[in-house]
């Protein structure tokens, strides 16, 4: 075999290689992204008594299993955004600290997730948080306040670019998910391959109602760097945890989260 040739066949061998990695990554992109926990999950009040087991109905025709956690006389309600992880079990934490300020909540579980219908994208996220506002605008009867954690960040952003809270709560949010994707996979062109974008720090330029950024000093997912560009495109309150991880418990149920989403309303 001639040399030439021997270099044209290691050419279309490393051709079809790329062409491999690249279409996998494509076509099982979600898969990465979303990493929901299957159910079976608990009920409302298994976790908090008076704790309420609903279902919210999407605009395409989904009915989304979530935890509704009304307290008599809030001075507002809650509607938490959970990250790209896990299931609503995963966030009673945090509903236990927020009632304890006074807060309603809902966690909202997203499709795909816990025992929900669905599978997760960008698109259909959006609806189904939509859906959890229009049923706390319902049921709470007082002022709004989204908060997100992570991807939820950037869904709730969106959300309230069209349907403005009172105030919003963003924990750990990334500039884009191309951004995050980049840092973790380097070796791949993640701009070109996403199907879903995720531009939180577009997005919340264009929020009207106040905003509070709550993040980890040492974030290993989403860089402290990002959250902050976040908060500067929002002209936000900032609350940098000395030390704190991504997935750390300060970011469960610590004082400085809950502080930060007891303390949007004044």
Do not use: C
Request: glycine share 10%.
């Amino acid at each position: 075999m001639s040399k030439r040739k021997k270099v044209l066949i290691a050419l279309a061998v490393a051709v079809t290689l790329v062409g491999v990695v690249f279409g996998g990554a494509f076509a099982f992109q979600r898969e990465l992204i979303y990493l929901p926990e299957a159910g079976p999950v608990p009920g409302a009040a298994a976790v908090l008594p008076g704790g309420r087991d609903v279902t919210l109905t999407t605009s395409d025709g989904l009915g989304l299993a979530s935890w509704y956690f009304p307290v008599a006389g809030a001075k507002a309600a809650v509607l938490v955004a959970p990250g790209n992880a896990g299931n609503r079990s995963f966030r009673a934490p945090l509903a236990r600290a927020l009632t304890a300020r006074g807060l309603s909540v809902l966690l909202l579980d997203y499709r795909g997730y816990g025992d929900n219908p669905g599978e997760p994208s960008e698109d259909g996220l959006a609806l189904d948080v939509r859906a959890a506002q229009t049923f706390l605008v319902r049921e709470a009867g007082t002022p709004l306040i989204y908060f997100g954690e992570s991807l939820g960040s950037a869904v709730v952003t969106e959300l309230a670019t069209e349907r403005p809270p009172s105030a919003l709560v963003l924990r750990s949010p990334f500039v884009d998910l191309a951004s995050v994707g980049q840092r973790h996979y380097p070796f791949l062109p993640v701009r070109w391959l996403l199907r879903d974008e995720f531009p939180t720090k577009d997005a919340v330029a264009r929020v009207k109602a106040p905003v509070t950024v709550v993040f980890g000093a040492e974030d290993s997912i989403v860089p402290a760097e990002q959250s902050r560009e976040v908060a500067r495109a929002a002209g936000a309150r900032t609350i940098e945890v000395p030390g704190a991880d991504h997935n750390d418990t300060v970011f469960s149920d610590g004082p400085e989260l809950i502080d930060a989403i007891a303390g949007a309303i004044r």
